[in-house]
């Protein structure tokens, strides 16, 4: 796994999600409502959703096209369909920088 620094917390508002090219992939990273940070592909595989434009809440996102709903934790889509997104590790330093881990989206777990 390797890290990239992709922006600053504070460009990401409290209760949304912002996309970023990470390493020739798209990586959506949401700041949650209590201040924790998830990251998921940023691509909706049903009809390329951009997934960080979204309603998210603490535990999920609503793809704005069609509705398909991703797990936060697990990248797996809850409406019964076999979608998944790769589940990414995005974390804030203590100076706000913002960071992302790439790898295996297996290993790279969520938070």
Request: glycine share 14%.
């Amino acid at each position: 796994m390797t890290e990239f620094t992709v922006g600053r917390i504070d460009d990401i508002p409290i209760g949304e999600g912002r996309a970023f090219a990470v390493d020739g992939a798209q990586v959506a990273v949401f700041r949650l409502r209590d201040g924790s940070l998830r990251a998921l592909g940023a691509v909706c595989p049903h009809r390329g959703g951009p997934l960080a434009d979204g309603l998210v809440d603490d535990a999920v996102v609503v793809c704005p096209l069609h509705g398909y709903t991703y797990d936060l934790c697990t990248g797996t889509e809850r409406t019964g369909s076999d979608l998944t997104v790769p589940v990414y590790h995005a974390l804030a330093d203590p100076d706000g920088t913002l960071r992302v881990r790439i790898g295996s989206p297996a290993e790279s777990g969520a938070g």
